[in-house]
């Protein structure tokens, strides 16, 4: 059974950090591109990075660049994502989710597909870590 599960997120003060992990079992995730997506409340759910299979390309949306880095370590089965600095617009339930057409091309332009369109790309989600940022 195809699955990801999501791990590492909590309550953090503003300027804090927190790991997040996307855990893949029955496949093999190192051949696929994954991404992250975030959905706050009342919001449509966004992309905030993507990594290519190979992790050679890594994107991030604007609002997280230079404070978010997206990692993977394919023999662990595990993409991670490293959130610094982080602010309480990074309020959201976290996912990882996996191009299960490998036809996804991982770039700043795709990370802001609408979520509608990334549908046809990610077949495989995992259910969600709460991440707050709140004082």
């Known amino acids: 059974q195809l699955q990801l599960v999501e791990s590492g997120g909590g309550l953090v003060q503003p300027g804090g950090s927190l790991r997040l992990s996307c855990a893949a079992s029955?496949?093999?995730?190192?051949?696929?591109?994954v991404a992250w997506f975030r959905q706050a409340p009342g919001k449509e759910r966004e992309g905030v990075s993507c990594?290519?299979?190979?992790?050679?390309?890594?994107n991030y949306a604007d609002s997280v660049k230079g404070r978010f880095t997206i990692s993977r370590d394919n023999t662990k089965n595990t993409v991670y994502l490293q959130m610094n600095s982080l602010k309480p617009d990074d309020t959201a339930v976290y996912y990882c989710?996996?191009?299960?057409?490998?036809?996804?091309?991982?770039?700043?332009?795709?990370?802001?597909?609408?979520?509608?369109?990334?549908?046809?790309?990610?077949?495989?989600w995992g259910q969600g870590t709460q991440v707050t940022v709140s004082s």
């Open positions: 989710a996996a191009d299960s057409t490998t036809t996804y091309y991982c770039s700043g332009d795709t990370l802001g597909h609408s979520y509608s369109t990334a549908l046809l790309f990610f077949g495989s």
């Open positions: 029955g496949f093999t995730l190192g051949y696929y591109a």
């Open positions: 990594i290519s299979s190979s992790g050679d390309s890594r």
